[in-house]
């Protein structure tokens, strides 16, 4: 595009003049022309100029006051003032007022030309810087809103782009981290950076990343993580695997701690029926009962593990019904414990009690009742292996119903005191304590209390013991009416 520039002058033979002038020697310029500031002001609103060239005396507006109009119109378009010969504090207020350059009369034309060819090209420069900032902000706004982290390192360590998703991954705000080495700011990028898979050439397929880890607060954000090095550094662009990883985990600790739980009994029936079969061994009558029931309750144990994984398969596929019906809490709780104690008849030192009204009742599933109960109860057992006391105890709790299962075990840490409740989660996986189990039942106790409009809580002391309640809203107790009703019917 040709140089287009406008010339403000109200001498009529300067303004014929110049322009011939500046044709003859730049090549292509269009040339515009104005008598008074007012009508150079209309046209500079209309066309962004290259450059303005004006008499420092206009009649009416002057010069001065032009160029600041055209400061606040076009602030980048650069403005030349003609000043009279000698006028040097013209001169000056016009420079401090932002003029591009003065030129003096009589005009030194190749001076005047030069000038304005400079302020030509430096406009043009100006354009280009705008159009590129417009272009970079319009791609640094793209990867605001890329669901992946993505941050920029330069040459030198610096962080230089951060975006939302990694401020939403990592937790840090970009003015914490933007300006700082990265190995300062990002705790554990020292030992991953190196590890982090960059490649020259983006593309799909080009690069498989890494799952790597950073320790923020103590704990480990797993990142898939790749990077895309450039002339002034690398980006690099990461995805949160953590709840992955830990799935992951959970899954592997799952299957060891299953297979676990499935053996045991798995060997004690199998070794119960070889004995069993022996003929080359008498067995008394007492031993041979004694094999049998040991064959029936390992049994058991297998159909309680396996019910577990199916129930809690069925909760997460949501494909779980409910029987809401009248029943007795108090009554459920009795069976419970008749059932615990029955199934537990060798560890003789635990005393149960029950301390419930007479009766309790309560519109809900009975049978997912129970299993709550008895899960809590076998708990309770289990990691009570002192014996001790446990205690059950139902109340009137605010507007609904409490119901206590309190024991006097080994209780909890208070760091896992939020994690019992996970799916597959053991506080001892590695089973040390020798107390099996699958990590389920917790699990299976809170969604199935929950799915009952319940909650399910815990308070506990490490050594001492502790106690699980389950709260129900009373919405769950039927109108007695209703109760009449469905009794008659
Ligand atoms: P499991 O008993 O099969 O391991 P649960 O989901 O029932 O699985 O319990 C999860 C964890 O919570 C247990 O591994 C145990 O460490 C802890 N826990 C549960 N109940 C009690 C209790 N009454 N006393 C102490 N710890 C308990």
């Known amino acids: 595009m040709n140089p287009r520039v406008l010339i403000v002058d109200d001498d009529t033979a300067l303004l014929e003049a110049l322009p011939e002038a500046l044709r003859l020697r730049m090549n292509g310029i269009e040339i515009d022309t104005a008598e008074t500031a007012l009508d150079a002001l209309d046209r500079i609103r209309e066309i962004d100029y290259d450059a ?38 013209l001169a000056v207020q016009a420079l401090r007022g932002g003029a591009y350059d003065f030129v003096q009369k009589p005009i030194d034309r190749d001076y005047f030309v030069r000038s304005l060819e400079r302020a030509i090209q430096m406009r043009r420069l100006d354009r280009q810087i705008g159009e590129q900032r417009v272009e970079l902000e319009r791609h640094a706004r793209v990867l605001h809103h890329v669901d992946r982290g993505v941050f920029l390192v330069d040459d030198a360590g610096v962080i230089r782009f951060w975006n939302p998703a990694a401020k939403a991954i990592i937790g840090f705000d970009a003015d914490s981290v933007l300006g700082h080495r990265a190995e300062e700011v990002l705790p554990g990028w020292e030992a991953i950076g190196p590890e982090v898979p960059v490649t020259t050439e983006p593309g799909p397929g080009s690069i498989a990343p890494k799952t790597l880890p950073l320790e923020i607060e103590d704990q480990e954000l797993w ?38 739980e499935l053996r045991t009994p798995l060997a004690a029936i199998y070794g119960c029926a070889q004995t069993l079969r022996r003929r080359d061994i008498e067995l008394a009558g007492d031993d041979e009962q004694e094999l049998l029931e040991v064959i029936s ?77 008895l899960n809590l109860l076998d708990n309770a057992v289990k990691y009570s292996p002192a014996g001790g006391r446990i205690e059950v105890f139902l109340e009137p709790h605010g507007t609904g119903v409490r119901m206590n299962v309190r024991d006097e075990g080994i209780g909890i840490p208070d760091g896992e005191l939020k994690r019992i409740f996970g799916k597959f989660y053991r506080v001892d996986p590695q089973q040390i304590r020798g107390v099996g189990g699958t990590g389920l039942g917790l699990y299976i106790c809170r969604e199935l209390v929950r799915r009952m409009d319940g909650r ?18 009373l919405r769950q107790i039927r109108p007695p009416e209703q109760a009449v009703v469905s009794q008659s019917a």
Request: net charge negative; proline share 3%.
């Open 52 to 89: 303005v060239v004006s008499d420092i005396k206009l009649p009416g507006m002057d010069g001065l006051a032009l160029l600041t109009e055209i400061k606040d119109v076009r602030p980048g378009m650069p403005t030349l003032l003609i000043t009279g010969h000698g006028e040097h504090d």
């Open 223 to 260: 990142l898939s993580i790749s990077g895309v090095e450039f002339e002034d550094g690398v980006v690099y662009a990461f995805r949160n695997l953590t709840e992955e990883r830990a799935l992951d985990e959970l899954k592997s600790d799952f299957i060891a701690t299953v297979s676990h």
């Open 297 to 373: 309750q390992e049994s058991e144990r297998l159909t309680r593990i396996v019910g577990d994984i199916l129930l809690a398969n069925q909760i997460e596929a949501g494909r779980l019904k409910f029987k809401q019906r009248e029943v007795d809490l108090a009554v459920i709780a009795q069976e419970a414990i008749d059932a615990i104690r029955a199934a537990l008849a060798a560890r003789d030192d635990i005393d149960f009690e029950l301390a419930a009204p007479e009766s309790m009742v309560v519109y809900g599933d009975g049978d997912k009742l129970r299993q709550v109960l």
């Open 456 to 473: 399910l809580s815990v308070t506990s002391a490490e050594g001492k013991g502790s106690t699980f309640v389950v709260d129900l809203p």
